[in-house]
């Protein structure tokens, strides 16, 4: 870059920061550092796994920014399907049973991919929209079987499930519940089987509505499953009659390598909530899919109208927008690279573990992994400050945007690549944390 092009770019930077400082109240941010110091970086432009800011500086986008841009970004034929559809018919209401037939076939194409009979989707414009549908429909579906008092949801500690009222009251992360008054009859309780049954116990199946669980948690630190989790769990939730919600925002289409993380544990749930990969994060869209058994005692059991939609409850961009995608990740057998890169994603933890210590509780399935440090790795003494966010602010330096999960005294560098990534790119991404591993030791 000449020097121009970077005292332009700096400028340009500066004046944006001065009206964003004054008049953008960012999501998940701190009010502090922004007024201090503005914004972080400002995105201009993206192409496959890089983003570039309005200095010009090029940076690999090691989580598809918020695990969602699966495909990369800067997909023209994207925004090709949106423009077309727009200027074909840009809304149209989908209340009162109405439709267009780009949802149709959205609907379609979700219950091909979706395992057993999940046939029947609900959309919604993201996920904690979706997940908020479900804990209504649970609690619906046993109102509408004359039993009201099943209501509690239950979900895991080191959950996430979104922002909403209801979706933060069923997130297992505390620091997501720091509000008043979220939604009643929400209880966390620890990934272990025996953890459940305890709860069932304690708080009585009649009072249970549902469960719901991520099949590997995603922004509580990519974590796996005990084995023989979901299948445990399936049949306690038969057992007890308590429907089990999977939260597949992060995990469906592909990212785990299977069409969706549920997949991988031979089991189908009740319920399943989606969002982000649907498409790839090119247009708000999420929804929730239910199952052919309780589509069908859904309609038996009211004549009444389900009184719950959002305005952009498949919404007709959205909709061709994720068709779209879809179509091109399989054209293009992206699905297939997800599980041929995360294999060296996998040898470049590895790798990282072996040319500097105190690197351990490696985890990766699909395009999805996570490391954690530790000051002494075979005690699992934790450094006093964590080490992650030090690495971060290194590979923002080199090049990579990075996400450190610090929840609850973890200290993880957690990783998902778009499913366009390349074997040289992995190579990079790991070559920079490398790097930024080896200057934040230095620092220390
Ligand atoms: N569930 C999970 C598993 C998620 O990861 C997220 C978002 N990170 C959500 C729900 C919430 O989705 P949204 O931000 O689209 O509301």
Redesign the pocket.
């Known amino acids: 870059m000449t020097l121009s092009v970077i005292e332009n770019g700096q400028k340009r930077y500066e004046e944006l920061a001065e009206l964003d400082k004054k008049h953008f109240f960012h999501p998940s941010t701190s009010f502090k550092l922004q007024k201090e110091q503005g914004p972080g970086l400002v995105f201009t432009e993206g192409k496959g796994v890089y983003l570039k800011d309005v200095r010009g500086k090029e940076y690999i986008d090691s989580l598809s920014s ?2 969602n841009v699966n495909i990369g970004h800067g997909r023209a034929e994207l925004g090709e399907a949106a423009a077309e559809q727009i200027k074909k018919l840009a809304f149209s209401s989908t209340f009162a049973g109405n439709s267009h037939e780009s949802v149709i076939q959205l609907a379609a194409k979700v219950a091909e991919l979706a395992p057993g009979d999940l046939n029947y989707t609900f959309f919604t414009s ?4 979706s ?1 908020d549908t479900a804990f209504k429909t649970a609690r619906y579906y046993w109102k509408m079987k004359g039993r009201p008092s099943k209501k509690k949801i239950i979900s895991r500690t080191k959950s ?5 009222v209801g ?1 933060s009251a069923a997130t297992g992360l505390a620091p997501f519940r720091d509000f008043p008054s979220l939604a009643p009859d929400f209880h966390y309780v620890d990934s272990s089987i025996e953890a459940i049954k305890e709860m069932i116990e304690r708080e009585g199946a009649e009072t249970i509505a549902a469960i719901i669980s ?1 099949p590997v948690q ?2 509580g630190g990519v974590n796996l499953p005990p084995q023989n989790f979901f299948k445990e769990l399936r049949d306690i939730c038969d057992q007890n009659e308590i429907l089990l919600i999977v ?1 597949e ?2 995990n469906g289409f592909y990212r785990t390598g299977t069409n969706f993380g549920i997949d991988n544990f031979g089991i189908v749930p009740d319920i399943m ?1 989606i ?2 990969g649907i498409s790839s994060g090119y247009a708000p869209i ?1 929804g929730m899919i239910i199952t052919d058994r309780l589509k069908e005692e859904l309609t038996d059991l009211t004549d009444g109208v389900f009184m719950h939609g959002y305005t952009y409850s498949g919404h007709p961009m959205c909709s061709a927008v994720a068709l779209k995608n879809l179509e091109l990740i399989e054209q293009e057998k992206l699905n297939e690279n997800v599980n041929l890169m995360g294999a060296e994603l996998l040898k470049g933890f590895q790798y990282l573990q072996q040319t500097h210590g105190g690197i351990g509780n490696i985890r990766q399935i699909g395009l999805l992994g996570a490391f954690e440090f530790f000051k002494d790795e075979e005690s699992k003494t934790r450094y006093d400050e964590p080490f992650a966010p030090k690495v971060v602010a290194e590979a923002l330096n080199n090049g990579m945007i990075a996400r450190a999960i610090v929840y609850e005294g973890q200290d993880t560098l957690a990783f998902a690549p778009p499913f366009c990534i390349t074997k040289e790119e992995v190579e990079k991404m790991i070559s920079i944390v490398d790097q930024s591993i080896s200057a934040a030791k230095n620092k220390a």
């Open positions: 918020l695990w993201g996920g904690s929209e997940n996430y499930h979104g922002v909403s979706a991520e995603g922004s939260d925002v992060i909530c969002a982000k999420g």
